[in-house]
């Protein structure tokens, strides 16, 4: 049980015409303290209004980015129900992300049973159908006032939402401009595999030179050899090669393990039958042999990716009919209106 929301927002509905992924201030958020010297660590939460947040500027988030996030969407259907999608493995992967940031790792059924909560107290700010989704972000932090480095006893756990559309909204309908980077995102034994504060920070830098230049993101290569693919700055590549073969780059200590990349690779393997690799997929294969490429994401959903650029050579994409198929039964699994035979679907 959690406790009662003190208070309430009572925030405007945006525009669902022209929603962006951006942030709508929704009415209520969760808020969980952890304390590893007491049992149970996690509190039951409280659902407060979507608020500022106080924090000791000596919080271990604060100089030293202690912190992890997830993202997840919910979905209202035609026949007005609404779905979260695959909320068990956002709350695994929070744990593992947690864990490697030396945090306590906040429980899966309580991230679940939140999200829930979280979806219908703020149930109004659920786009219409084929508007767009609610977007939750649940998030981790180290909160300790501490000034030396080393593990934290002291930790929150923030959930809040926003209604979303597309992630390129306006951008070109026949999908994204890439930009190969001879560099590596994260280092390799880093937290690249986390969803953690950092790895975020130092990327929008290097993504802001590509974009001022027309592109709409950038596609890191490994950052041992700087030939491998790894992903974007927020979604993990797929390639159709000639041979028929759909590869992605294993999971590595480079690559955040996608809930959209997990999915596709279900939907691709056990619905369609197709010849998919997880592999080393080097930059130079997709320029010779690639065929068709996508990107995947809570965000990006599966994006089209219709040129890549690397040093001098433009390599176009001009198909997207496997990118369409995947996508069309992802979506009909994600609004409902497919049946779901991975049991993925949470009916709020
Ligand atoms: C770096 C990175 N790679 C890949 C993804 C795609 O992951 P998911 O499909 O779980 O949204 C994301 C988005 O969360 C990301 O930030």
Redesign the pocket.
């Known amino acids: 049980m959690h406790r009662e929301m003190t208070g309430q927002n009572n925030n405007p509905l945006p525009d669902w015409d022209t929603l962006t992924f951006s942030l709508t201030e929704t009415d209520c958020m969760y808020r969980s303290l952890g304390d590893t010297e007491r049992e149970p660590v996690w509190d039951e939460g409280e659902f407060i209004p979507f608020q500022d947040i106080k924090i000791s500027p000596a919080a271990a988030l604060m100089s030293y980015g202690v912190g992890v996030f997830e ?1 997840l969407k919910a979905q209202r259907t035609t026949d007005g129900r609404i779905l979260l999608f695959r909320p068990d493995a956002n709350a695994a992967r929070m744990r593992n992300s947690a864990e490697r940031l030396m945090m306590h790792p906040f429980p899966s059924e309580q991230f679940i049973d939140s999200c829930v909560a979280v979806v219908r107290r703020n149930e109004r700010f659920i786009p219409p159908p084929e508007y767009g989704s609610l977007y939750l972000r649940p998030m981790q932090h180290a909160v300790e006032p501490q000034l030396g480095l080393g593990p934290c006893r002291h930790f929150t756990t923030h959930i809040f939402c926003s209604p979303v559309g597309s992630y390129f909204r306006g951008g070109s309908p026949q999908g994204v401009r890439l930009k190969v980077l001879e560099q590596g995102r994260v280092a390799p034994g880093g937290t690249g595999s986390a ?1 953690a504060m950092g790895n975020y920070a130092g990327a929008i830098w290097v993504a802001q030179q590509w974009k001022d230049q027309g592109f709409d993101d950038v596609l890191y290569l490994d950052a041992h050899h700087l030939q491998y693919l790894t ?1 974007t ?4 590549p797929f390639v159709l090669l000639k041979s028929g073969a759909l590869v992605t780059p294993p999971l590595d200590s480079q690559i ?1 393990p ?4 997990d999915s596709t690779l279900r939907i691709a393997r056990d619905l369609l039958n197709l010849d998919v690799q997880e592999r080393a997929l080097s930059i130079q294969e997709v320029l010779e042999e690639g065929e068709e490429m996508f990107c ?4 990006w959903t599966l994006l089209n990716v219709r040129e890549v650029v690397h040093k001098d050579e433009v390599k176009l994409l001009e198909k997207d009919d496997l990118r369409m198929e995947l996508l069309e039964i992802l979506r009909g699994i994600q609004t409902g209106e497919r049946e779901d035979p991975f049991d993925w679907i949470r009916e709020v």
């Open positions: 993202g969803k992903e700055s927020g979604s993990n955040l996608g809930v959209t990349r995947t994401g809570t965000a």
